[in-house]
């Protein structure tokens, strides 16, 4: 940290001018953890500088895509040498089927992928290709489960929606939310019971395998087996949301980390590299739905963009080239038992879950299990432990509800000063 906020503020006086909320996205405004204005001019690594030189630690990873850090040099050759070529075409490329290839051999059960610009197009599609293909209206989602701002989906979506303490949008017509049926996170006789009753008319359930948008949570044993056996008795279909799950808790996602495999898998976040790639796909009986070849009608003027599909391209290459899934996994247990330890010492009530390289410290006993348990986190404390990190140069999720996320980048060095950072927060709170 090398001191002052004043050209923070001075953006953020003029982006509340012709910007809603002066964001554009709304956890951006950090109103959960205090609302101090960050605007960030550059990246590498495992850190970031805003624009008055501070530097942090970073563990927003821009929300899950740095993987690997910032500015990898391969991504970012791989971006140039395709913006050379051409930005934006509108017509097929090489690329997308070396991607699609690519994506099939990596993901699970992916016989057939279509490409889409965001996490949100990639889920709003999957459920219309489910509904296609089963005849069927409803929908069952988790509390607290995010899929994309979709009229359907937007009802307890947590991450920013149970931030703002406001679950269900205004805009969002009675008839686009009527077809969602809600059930807690980790709870199999809920779903049960949702399929006893409405059974004929349910098309699918969509489930972030590995909840990040209430905070991280892990599947129980014997939950995500369940689902699918479940779905498979009843003709529904079940979509695993690994848009931010996918290439992070393990190569292949949940589907390689649980064994469990789903109908149709909706992807983002890493996939494109930092660049807004989205995309989602399964068998190809199901994904032949999709128009041209089918009736289910999806389209898009910039989807297989061929700066996110280079950079998705280069940064898929690395993972599997680079396999830092010990190493992530590795830094983020140390992190997560570090935080424990701390905690312990200091007679302060914390349950940090912890899958693969997402994390979140809830300030309570815990367990947290679902949406229920994670709202008893104190947030009040979560916001003071936030800005007492930041203050010490190191950048977290603004929001309780929110996962942090662990980069290939971030080195021993980067955990010894980011548990020195929390012991002295910690001791504040
Ligand atoms: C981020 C996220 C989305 C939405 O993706 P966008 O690219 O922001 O539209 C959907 N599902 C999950 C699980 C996410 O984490």
Not at 24 to 42: D, H, Q
Not at 188 to 217: D, K, S
Not at 234 to 259: H, K, N, P, T, W
Request: hydrophobic content about 45%; some cysteine.
């Amino acid at each position: 940290m090398s001191g002052g906020s004043e050209r923070s503020r001075a953006l953020a006086a003029r982006a509340q001018r012709v910007i809603p909320g002066g964001v554009n996205s709304p956890v951006r405004a950090f109103r959960s953890v205090g609302g101090e204005p960050l605007f960030l001019a550059r990246a590498a690594g495992s850190s970031v500088w805003d624009v008055d030189g501070n530097r942090y630690l970073d563990y927003l990873g821009s929300w899950g895509p740095m993987l690997l850090g910032h500015a990898r040099p391969e991504i970012l050759a791989a971006i140039q040498a395709a913006a050379v070529d051409g930005v934006s075409f509108g017509v097929s490329t090489e690329r997308e089927v070396r991607f699609a290839e690519l994506l099939t051999r990596i993901v699970p059960g992916l016989e057939r992928v279509r490409l889409v610009n965001s996490g949100t197009e990639a889920c709003m599609s999957a459920v219309r290709v489910a509904r296609g293909a089963t005849g069927r209206d409803r929908i069952i989602k988790i509390a607290g489960g995010y899929h994309g701002h979709a009229d359907a989906l937007l009802v307890r979506a947590g991450s920013g929606a149970e931030t703002l303490g406001i679950p269900d949008s205004a805009g969002v017509p009675a008839g686009a939310a009527r077809d969602t049926l809600v059930v807690p996170y980790n709870d199999l006789a809920a779903v049960e019971a949702l399929f006893e009753r409405h059974g004929p008319t349910i098309a699918a359930m969509i489930v972030e395998p590995v909840p990040g948008n209430m905070g991280t949570v892990a599947p129980l044993p014997g939950y995500l087996e369940g689902l699918r056996r479940i779905t498979a008795a009843q003709g529904a279909l079940l979509i695993f949301d690994e848009v931010m799950s996918g290439f992070r808790v393990a190569l292949g996602g949940a589907q390689q980390r649980y064994g469990v495999s789903a109908d149709l898998v909706c992807l983002g976040k890493v996939i494109g590299g930092g660049l807004p790639v989205g995309a989602y796909g399964g068998r190809a009986a199901l994904m032949d739905l999709v128009a041209p070849s089918g009736a289910v009608y999806q389209a898009g003027t910039l989807s297989g963009n061929p700066l996110g599909v280079a950079a998705g391209l280069a940064m898929l290459e690395l993972l599997e080239r680079e396999d830092p899934y010990a190493q992530l996994e590795r830094y983020a247990a140390a992190l997560a038992e570090g935080l424990t330890a701390i905690a312990r010492e200091l007679g302060l009530p914390l349950c940090v879950n912890r899958v693969g390289s997402m994390l979140t410290p809830f300030f309570w006993a815990g367990p947290v299990t679902d949406l229920a348990s994670a709202q008893r986190s104190d947030v009040a404390r979560f916001a003071a432990f936030h800005r007492g990190m930041r203050q010490r140069g190191v950048l977290l999720p603004p929001s309780q509800f929110e996962a942090a996320f662990v980069s290939a980048a971030h080195s021993d060095e980067d955990l010894q000063q980011t548990l020195e950072a929390a012991r002295e927060t910690l001791r504040t709170l």
